[in-house]
């Protein structure tokens, strides 16, 4: 057997690039069996069926996932690249921390993208960059038209394997293809009625960056990110500058009401108001 990693898959076929080349595969049988699905990103070991030249095999083993986001289906990421337009359609602050937070609780490294920087004020960028980077968060302005800070996120996609997401319309499509020119992903129009992206990437597909050993996974856009699947208790570990919980005077603290809440002492005097605003009105959103 020889090991190789799934870049793409259609239709119960998965392409594995190995190191002689990229073979096409079925899984196995007790793969199905045991309701293990293959994934984009996953790490197999398969056999080689027939000739070598054929480049066609069978996943014998799915190796253990470091992660596993549910959409889109991909394993095996190490960051986000959150992709949001500052214009056309304009930012959206509460569903941008919403991806963060859920690419928090992944364990993902984030680098958030400002798209269509060449449409607005630098101070309208300044003023996002602000919050952010405030929080921790590496901030890269960009204009996938302009190409604008295209080798910044070049340059943060090296050795990674990372996700594009966002909602549809802000340019991941045209940014990824600025990135990997062979990729000629479809872009999507704005729609001058409703002023939202028309959904262009079908399916999950890792594109080799060249000349940094990176990876990148375009991703269908969305407009709807739900916490049902977050316990409340939980929700805080994803607001990183609330930090780990020791200072406060009860472990189980969820920084709402408790008494001596070192989080709530710390709002505006290190964690800014409306990020802390938005993590109690999320927490309505969370499981029980």
Same mark, same amino acid.
């Given at each position: 057997m020889i090991k190789g990693r799934i870049i793409k898959g259609v239709g119960g076929l998965y392409f594995v690039d190995a190191d002689n080349g990229i073979f096409s595969c079925n899984a196995r049988g007790i793969l199905r069996k045991d309701k293990i699905k293959p994934a984009v990103g996953d790490y197999v070991s398969i056999s080689i069926l027939g000739d070598e030249s054929e480049k066609t095999g069978v996943?014998?083993?799915?190796?253990?996932?470091? $992660?596993?986001?549910?959409?889109?289906?991909?394993?095996?990421?190490?960051?986000? =690249?959150?992709?949001?337009?500052?214009?056309?359609?304009?930012? $959206?602050?509460?569903?941008?921390?919403?991806?963060?937070?859920?690419?928090?609780?992944?364990?993902?490294? =984030?680098?958030?993208?400002? $798209?269509?920087?060449?449409?607005?004020?630098?101070?309208? =960028?300044?003023?996002?960059?602000? =919050?952010?980077?405030?929080?921790?968060?590496?901030?890269?302005?960009?204009?996938?038209?302009a190409n604008i800070g295209i080798t910044d996120i070049k340059e943060a996609l090296a050795k990674n394997t990372s996700v594009f997401a966002g909602p549809s319309g802000v340019g991941k499509s045209s940014i990824v293809n600025r990135l990997v020119p062979s990729a000629l992903m479809e872009v999507g129009e704005i729609s001058d009625k409703i002023r939202r992206g028309k959904h262009t990437t079908r399916h999950a597909e890792l594109l080799r960056?060249?000349?940094n050993n990176g990876f990148v996974v375009d991703s269908p856009g969305f407009s709807n990110v739900s916490f049902s699947h977050i316990k409340r208790s939980e929700l805080k570990y994803y607001f990183k500058e609330f930090g780990d919980n020791d200072k406060c005077k009860f472990l189980d603290c969820l920084h709402l009401n408790e008494p001596s809440c070192y989080v709530k002492e710390q709002v505006c005097n290190g964690i800014l108001q409306i990020r802390y605003n938005r993590y109690i009105r999320f927490l309505d959103d969370c499981g029980d």
């Open positions: 996943i014998e083993e799915i190796h253990k996932r470091r $992660n596993m986001l549910i959409r889109p289906w991909v394993a095996n990421v190490d960051q986000a =690249i959150i992709v949001f337009s500052i214009v056309s359609p304009a930012i $959206n602050l509460d569903l941008l921390d919403r991806i963060i937070a859920l690419a928090e609780e992944q364990r993902l490294e =984030i680098v958030i993208c400002i $798209n269509k920087a060449d449409l607005c004020s630098e101070s309208e =960028i300044l003023k996002i960059k602000s =919050i952010y980077e405030q929080v921790g968060y590496k901030v890269i302005s960009a204009s996938a038209f960056v060249e000349n």
